[in-house]
């Protein structure tokens, strides 16, 4: 089977796809190698770092139960759990296991994209990524990617733009 035929890939491009954004869906690339970091994936496709959504799933705790929170983080930052706590009114974020984010996502870890999911997820986008006209997000796989914008994000994952990293807003990173 090819990469782009694995299933969460073809459920990536379905769900772009029904969003209406068909050259995302056709413009999903598969890469020589695994990219399961901002850093590979910028390097790979020659883009800055900070150009790469790294989608990365929590595990939000609010009573007794963790509900799953993805955050798109630009790959020049990283996620605050307590700042991710504060704006969904969790009492505390945490990583996700790996067996969590595929139960959640059918996704594995190092290759979440931001759709494709069992159903849809609590999801906050990194205001960081607006600097970007194209905006890197994985399809699925270590090896897929596809070219989308920042307000693409915002509207297909249904999510808030936010500060998820607590870091300051440096469009040179």
Same mark, same amino acid.
């Given at each position: ?38 850093? $590979? !994936? ?13 989608? $990365?799933? @929590? !595990? ?8 799953? $929170? ?13 700042? &991710? !706590? ?13 067996? @969590? ?15 494709? *999911? ?10 960081? &990524?607006? *600097? ?13 990617? @596809? ?8 509207? $297909? ?17």
């Amino acid at each position: 089977m090819s990469t782009l035929e694995h299933p969460a890939v073809a459920y990536t491009a379905a769900a772009l796809r029904a969003a209406g954004l068909h050259a995302s869906a056709d413009g999903i690339r598969i890469l020589d190698d695994n990219v399961r970091t901002a850093a $590979l !994936a910028a390097e790979a496709l020659g883009v800055a770092v900070g150009a790469i959504a790294n989608s $990365l799933v @929590f !595990a939000a705790r609010h009573g007794a139960d963790d509900h799953p $929170l993805l955050a798109l983080t630009s790959g020049a930052h990283r996620a605050d759990t307590r700042r &991710l !706590a504060e704006l969904v009114g969790a009492d505390e974020v945490r990583r996700a296991d790996p067996a @969590f984010v595929r139960r959640h996502t059918g996704h594995a870890i190092g290759g979440v994209g931001p759709v494709g *999911h069992p159903a849809p997820l609590r999801t906050l986008v990194d205001r960081h &990524l607006r *600097h970007y006209e194209v905006v890197w997000a994985a399809a699925g796989h270590p090896k897929s990617v @596809f070219p989308t914008t920042y307000a693409d994000l915002v509207t $297909l994952t249904g999510g808030v733009a936010a500060d998820v990293s607590g870091e300051e807003d440096d469009p040179s990173s």
